[in-house]
Every structure is written in structure tokens, then in C-alpha cells.
């Protein structure tokens, strides 16, 4: 699957740490960029209806690294990967 990571946070570098996280593991990293708002707390996982059986590895593997507030598979498919993780304060 191809992942999106956006920073939810505000802080600097933020997205870009989660990027390289998901790469070391091994999934596709397709883009990073700023959320629609810097008011998240813990990581969101939202992911695409279709790719659903991914949710669980997905949350297992970034549970080390993160805590996990929200996850959903109604990621909109016209989204541009298969999943969006959204990582805030």
C-alpha cells in the first residue's frame, strides 16, 4: 500500500520523521505535507475501504513509536494512496 504522511502537530519535521518510520518498515511512502489543522493529539490512521486488511499491521507497526488515537478504513478513495496518517502532539 502507499501511505500519505501529513503533520497534524505544527511542529517542524514532524511528518518527515514519521515518513522515514514507515519507510524503514518497509511500506511506500508517497508524499508528506501539513494537515488540514495542527490540533491532532496521537497519530489518526485513516485508510481506504479496499485496503482495509492493512489497518491492523499498519497500527501495530507505528504502536512503537506512537500512540494511536483514531483509526478508520472510510478513507475517501479518491484520496491519492491507500492510506493517510495524520501524526499530532
Keep these: ?39 491532532y493529539t496521537g497519530v489518526t490512521i485513516k485508510i481506504k475501504s479496499g485496503s ?7 497500527k501495530n507497526d507505528l ?3 506512537y500512540t494511536i488515537t483514531a483509526s478508520t478504513s472510510d478513507l475517501d478513495n479518491s484520496f491519492s494512496s491507500d492510506a493517510l496518517v495524520i501524526i499530532g502532539k
Excluded: M, R
Aim: no cysteine.
Design 1 to 39: 500500500i502507499t501511505i500519505t504522511v501529513q503533520n497534524g502537530s505544527g511542529e517542524a519535521g514532524v511528518a518527515a520523521k514519521g515518513s522515514d518510520i514507515l519507510k524503514h518498515l518497509g511500506y511506500s511512502v508517497s508524499g508528506t505535507g501539513n494537515a488540514d489543522n495542527f490540533d
Design 63 to 65: 504502536k512503537s513509536d
Design 52 to 58: 482495509s486488511e492493512f489497518l491492523n499491521l499498519l
